[in-house]
C-alpha cells in the first residue's frame, strides 16, 4: 500500500475531528510505528509508547547514557510525521531568547518586529535539555503547557501539534542540571532507554555499513492527520469503573510511607489520556485496565518524589515502586 499522506478530501475537518476517521488514517499510523522500529531496532516497546506519547498531546522525555539512541529515535518521529522540525542544542550559555525569539529595532524606524526563535515549529528536539542553565529550562514552561509563547506582552501560538521530544543525559554526568519538578511535570512520559540486545545490535552495524539507516526515512504521516488522531483519541470510551480504578492508583502514589509527594491532578490527567492513546494504538475504542497499569510507571514515576532515592536511581526505584503499587491496587471487573 502507498504511504502518501491521504488527500485533503480524506482527512476530516476541524469540525469532525471526534468522528470516526478512516481506515487508511490506521493503516498509515501503524506503517508510522514500523518505519520507525526499522530503524530503532530491538525496543519495540519503546517505540510504542513514544507514539502513545503523541497521539496524548503529550511531551516525551529520553532519559540514559549517551549512544543509546535518545536522538536517533527523536529525529526518526518526526521524519515520519514529516511536520517542521528543529533541533536545538541544549548547553549553559543558552539564553531564553535563544530557544524562544527576540522582537528587533527595524532598521530605520522606531517599530520593533518579533523574530521568532527555533522553537517554532512542530517537533522540537531538545537535545540534552539538562544542560542548559534552570533559567532556560523554565522558559520552556509556557510552550510545553499551552502551546504557546508570551514575548513583551503579546502571544504567539505554537500550533496544536506542537511537541517536545528532549533528551538528557543522567544527572551524575559532568556539566548537567537536574530538570525542576515543574518540568518534569510537563513531560507526558519519561522513558529510559536501555541498550539493545545482542541480535538488535548486531543488526545495528550491518545497517550503518552503508550509512544511516534515518536519512532513508520518509514522512508516512502528515501533521493533519497526526491532529485527527489526537481528537481520535479523545474520543476513546473511558468506563467509570475505570476511571476510578485509575484514581485509586493515583491515591495509593499519596498514601504510600515511601512517597514524599505522590502523583498530581495533571498526572492523573496525563495518566487518563495515555491511556485513552493507548487503546487507539490498538485500534480499540475503550480503555481497558492494562492500558492504566502498563502506562503508570512511565507516565508517573518522574511526577513522585521519595523519601530514600535521589538522582539516575530515583527513575528505576520510582518505576519498581509504581509496579508494586499497581499489584496491589483492585482491578475492575
Known amino acids: 500500500m502507498s504511504t502518501a499522506p491521504l488527500s485533503q478530501t480524506q482527512i476530516p475537518h476541524s469540525d469532525t475531528r471526534t468522528k470516526a476517521i478512516s481506515a487508511d488514517a490506521h493503516l498509515l499510523l501503524n506503517q508510522a510505528v514500523q518505519r520507525v522500529n526499522s530503524v530503532y531496532l530491538g525496543k519495540p516497546e519503546i517505540v510504542r509508547l513514544a507514539f502513545i506519547c503523541m497521539l496524548a498531546e503529550g511531551h516525551l ?127 507526558l512520559i519519561r522513558l529510559h532507554m536501555g541498550y539493545p540486545n545482542r541480535e538488535a545490535e548486531r543488526a545495528i552495524l550491518e545497517g550503518h555499513r552503508t550509512g544511516d539507516p534515518i536519512e532513508g526515512l520518509e514522512p508516512v504521516l502528515s501533521t493533519d492527520i497526526l491532529a485527527c488522531l489526537q481528537a481520535e483519541t479523545r474520543a476513546v470510551r473511558f468506563d467509570k469503573a475505570l476511571a476510578d480504578y485509575l484514581l485509586d492508583a493515583v491515591e495509593a502514589t499519596r498514601r504510600h510511607p515511601e512517597v514524599r509527594v505522590g502523583a498530581s491532578t495533571r498526572a492523573a490527567l496525563a495518566l487518563y489520556r495515555a491511556a485513552q492513546a493507548s487503546a487507539l494504538l490498538e485500534n480499540r475504542r475503550f480503555v481497558i485496565p492494562d492500558d492504566i497499569k502498563r502506562l503508570a510507571g512511565p507516565v508517573l514515576s518522574h511526577r513522585l518524589l521519595l523519601r ?17 503499587i499497581m499489584e496491589k491496587v483492585v482491578v475492575p471487573a
Open 308 to 324: 530514600h532515592a535521589h538522582g539516575h536511581e530515583h527513575g528505576m526505584q520510582a518505576e519498581a515502586l509504581l509496579a508494586r
Open 61 to 187: 522525555l529520553l532519559e540514559d547514557v549517551p549512544g543509546t539512541g535518545k536522538t536517533l529515535l527523536a529525529h526518526a518521529l518526526a521524519r515520519v510525521v514529516g511536520g517542521t522540525f528543529n533541533r536545538i542544542q541544549f548547553t549553559p550559555d543558552l539564553l531564553p531568547s535563544d530557544l524562544l525569539g527576540t522582537s528587533v529595532l527595524v532598521e530605520g524606524s522606531s517599530d520593533f518586529v518579533f523574530k521568532p526563535g527555533p522553537i517554532f515549529a512542530q517537533f522540537i528536539l531538545a537535545d540534552e535539555i539538562n544542560r542548559a542553565s534552570p533559567r532556560t529550562q523554565s522558559s520552556l514552561l509556557e510552550a510545553m503547557a499551552d502551546r504557546q509563547v508570551s514575548i513583551d506582552g503579546k502571544t504567539h501560538p505554537l500550533g496544536q501539534t506542537f511537541c517536545v521530544l528532549a533528551t538528557q543525559n543522567p544527572t551524575e554526568f559532568e556539566g548537567t542540571y537536574p530538570l525542576p519538578e515543574s518540568q518534569l511535570d510537563r513531560f
